[in-house]
């Protein structure tokens, strides 16, 4: 008796699987926020994305590559590697603000942290593996590229950093404060004010951050 062979990951070809690959990734956003990961199926998603299970399978592999995929998707259209690129001739002030404004609306958005809410009652649930794969494509990625930017202004004489590690955790701690957690816990009624919060927050991070490692 012949065993039935796996379903191998296929990368995306003709424009119609990029189609079909784009149509998966957005149902399997939404079905992960709204069921967590442990309750959304494969089925549902190919249901959602209107395309076959099959085509699913053949496109991702899994459920975990999926959800990887869903994550790196989302955090490199919204966050680009190319927003921590640096030229030591222009104001790293700038350029930390910059940086610091887009992280901070982009963790503090209502879908960001609706994917939270959804790791953490999987995380409750027993399947810490999918917590870990979000701070794999969305953390941990981000913390190397601060280090990154922040190791080439130190090399540009424009920083004077010790421990390069623990002040981009610093720096992003900073920027958003008790923002998300606000938002996660629901506390976030008037959303003009909210808006206005992370913005004034993100700058003063900035200010915090620059008073204790620039170069004097």
Wanted: contains cysteine; neutral net charge; glycine residues 6%.
């Amino acid at each position: 008796m012949s065993s039935a062979s796996p379903v191998k990951c296929q990368g995306p070809g003709r424009p119609k699987d990029m189609e079909k690959r784009a149509a998966i990734l957005e149902a399997a956003k939404a079905l992960f926020v709204r069921n967590a990961f442990a309750g959304t199926s494969m089925d549902a998603v190919a249901s959602e994305a209107g395309v076959s299970k099959l085509t699913v399978y053949s496109h991702f592999g899994d459920k975990d590559n999926l959800f990887r995929e869903v994550i790196r998707a989302r955090v490199q259209d919204l966050i680009p590697d190319n927003i921590y690129d640096f030229d030591p001739s222009t104001d790293i002030g700038q350029t930390l603000l910059r940086i610091a404004l887009t992280h901070a609306r982009l963790d503090c958005d209502r879908e960001t942290v609706g994917t939270f809410r959804a790791i953490l009652s999987d995380c409750r649930q027993g399947n810490p593996r999918y917590g870990r794969l979000l701070w794999e494509e969305g953390p941990m990625r981000t913390h190397r590229l601060m280090e990154r930017l922040l190791q080439r202004a130190v090399d540009a004489g424009l920083l004077h950093i010790e421990d390069i590690p623990r002040a981009a955790v610093q720096f992003l701690s900073l920027i958003k404060g008790d923002l998300v957690l606000r938002r996660m816990f629901g506390c976030d009624d008037c959303q003009q004010a909210y808006a206005e919060e992370i913005e004034a927050t993100a700058r003063a991070g900035v200010s915090t951050f620059l008073r204790a490692y620039q170069q004097r």
